[in-house]
């Protein structure tokens, strides 16, 4: 990986050094110097372990099948991995070793005792099991009992199963001496398994890949990479270098999993999206226009991989290849940049709110940019297709002669078009502060009331940043109405604001003048005593703010409530 990161083919194919810059500040340009940087890092990798993953199996048989037959079942539902067991009538024990994570299925077995229940990981390795038994012509239900992940553990569970069953039988056919200790039989039987425990070579580097468009600027790209490098891992080594040769600026990012206090780096999707979501940030910060955009941003078609590309080239020259018709429609609508029509119906408002901001993003970092109008009218055309589909969906059910109703995920969604509606409506209205706050905690109350009904992790993620944007909003318009109602709503009020000045402050302001009044025997006395106007502005800001306090207090109960 660093020979790929240091070194660049120039047009005649031969191979020249480039800078690699680490997280140390240091400068690496010389195959010595990569060797060297290489050496130091492996000092932190992990060697590679063997999985010892065993989980024990209670089978209940629906017929009598032979003891051949069973064990040919068992052979293929186990994957030809060694394993014991024992048959007692219609219950079949089996301790064997297995590819699954016994470690989690471990936490799901404990979870299931306190709570009565298996959970869906449980779930989905008994039905694995048993459906794999059942292939094999042996009805039965298959279901988990005990999981192990460590050596010692798998020794001693396996010490415990010839202990406690009578007549255990191999893999390979054969029955266990009846005589033997179980102690001395359990480590001859687990050491004949090494041979077939699996390798894992643990991920010690990660490759990152930042990419911007074709034309930015190469050291402002660095910088932002760099920022967002040392933000979301501090305490992890990494080196990165610019590769100058495509036509899209990308900087590679080469990442030591382990960090110096011993953490594993782990990349989940949501990890991927925050660090889109950083890099565009920081991004922004060079005077990059960039937005951290996914795949629902532009209700873009689902992307297919290479592989699936290639069968699909080979099925149209030649008839003897075939490709599925999903996989085929999907890659022609990727390649024609088809738009999701569900995707659209579904999130075509958070989709336009989104592109809406990214026209305000790239009006501040490039005024005058293309992007900008690009991007505005992006969002118009996906709020239009937007409101074209919702309406056939809603139109569709009252022409079909059964009558039948829309899927809860569109009703959701409508309703979460009619609260932003209703918030545009509230932004509008000209109310005390009083009043506008109880209109955001009734707004509140909704957003709860819709994230009740959400199932999926990121339909409620998603829903959690529209509700931040839209408190963020609401609470700025606030301070607008909190600003009139103190200066009687004259032009006082965009002062205040441009000003970043909240009327706490202001009135500490006021009164440490009031103060320093009283005490400068210089200061004339018509300027220490406040005319009649100042006492009625003073009286209402008080007023406002006593409200502003009894309606935090009453909603703060209710939340405790």
Known sequence: MLEYLGTRPDEDGKKHEIALFTSSGLSVETREQRRALLDEWQEDFREPFQNTNFIEVDVELSGDPGRDDLHDALNAAFGSKPFVYERAGSTVKVFAYTDMKAAALAKALQKADHENGRGGILHRADAGITARLNNAGVACKAEIKAAVSTERGGQYFLQKFIRTNAGVIKSDGDELPAGQRADKAAQALYASWKGDFKTVEPRNVYHVVFSARAGTDVRALLRAAENVLAE?????????????????????????????????????????????????????????????????????SRPFTMRQAGAYERSKRDSRYFVSPTIAERLEAKRKAVFEVKTIA???????????????????????????????????????????????????????????????????????????????????????????????????????????????????????????????????????????????????????????????????????????????????????APGSAGKKAEQQAYRVERQNRDTQRSLDDDRER
């Open 232 to 300: 979301r891992i501090p305490d992890h080594k990494w080196a990165i270098a610019h590769h100058p040769e495509t036509g899209h600026v990308h900087v590679h990012a080469m990442i030591l999993a382990r960090s110096e206090s011993g953490r594993q780096l782990h990349f989940s999707k949501a990890d991927l999206y925050d660090w889109r979501a950083a890099y565009a940030e920081k991004a922004r910060e060079q005077g990059i226009a960039m937005v951290a955009t996914s795949r629902m941003d532009f209700a873009a």
């Open 346 to 528: 579904a999130y075509g408002a958070a989709i336009s709110r989104g592109w809406q901001l990214t026209a305000a993003m790239t009006r501040e970092a490039m005024p005058g940019s293309q992007a900008n109008a690009g991007a505005a009218a992006f969002s118009a055309a996906i709020a239009e297709v937007a409101a074209v589909q919702s309406s056939e969906l809603h139109t569709t059910p009252a022409s079909s002669g059964e009558g039948t109703s829309l899927s809860p995920s569109v009703e959701k969604v409508d309703t979460l078009i009619d609260l932003t509606n209703r918030i545009q409506e509230i932004m509008s209205m000209e109310l005390l502060p009083l009043e506008f706050r109880r209109k955001i905690a009734d707004v509140n109350k909704a957003f709860d009331r819709i994230d009740g009904s959400l199932s999926k992790k990121e339909d409620k993620q998603e829903l959690a940043g529209i509700r931040e944007e839209m408190n963020g909003l609401l609470n700025e318009r606030l301070n607008d109405v909190r600003v009139q109602a103190a200066t009687g709503g004259t032009g006082a009020a965009d002062t205040v604001r441009d000003e970043g000045r909240s009327l706490r402050e202001t009135e500490q302001q006021a009164k440490t003048q009031d103060r320093a009044n009283e005490q400068n025997p210089r200061q004339p006395d018509k300027q220490a």
